[in-house]
Every structure is written in C-alpha cells, then in structure tokens.
C-alpha cells in the first residue's frame, strides 16, 4: 500500500491510512485547546462570560506549542 503525505498545517506526516491522520491530529489538537481552556478557568475561579476568552487563548497557546515542536523537528 503507498503511503498519503498529509499536511496537518502543523507538520508533514506519512500515512498508510491516508486522511485518517487528519482527523485524528484535529481531535487531539481540539483537546488540547480544550484542556488548556479548562485550566485558564479554572485558574480564574470559573468566573462566567469568560468561556470564549479562555478558548480563544488556549488556541494561540496550542498553536505557538506546535509550531515550536515541529520547529524543532
């Protein structure tokens, strides 16, 4: 079986499964933000109406993360 390059907008990956890296990466990439988001309210006491803040942080946070590794690789 030939192997797909994948472009993840993060790194190059090859993969026998083709798209399915894709996907996978998008969900682990989603809860890493979704963790880090967690942590952000958890550290302001989970005050409401600062969800989206926390979200949007986490976003830039797990970006500059893995654009650092794949920098590095």
Do not use: C
């Not at 989603?30 to 958890?42: L, P």
């Not at 600062?50 to 942080?57: M, Q, T």
């Amino acid at each position: 079986m030939k192997s797909k390059k994948i472009t993840t907008g993060v790194e190059m990956h090859e993969h026998p499964l083709g798209a399915n890296i894709v996907q996978d990466t998008a969900a682990q990439r989603e809860q890493m933000i979704a963790t880090a988001a967690y942590f952000h309210a958890e550290k302001r006491g989970f005050a409401p109406s600062d969800d989206l803040a926390d979200w949007f942080k986490s976003e830039i946070e797990i970006e500059n993360h893995l654009n650092s590794v794949s920098d590095q690789a």
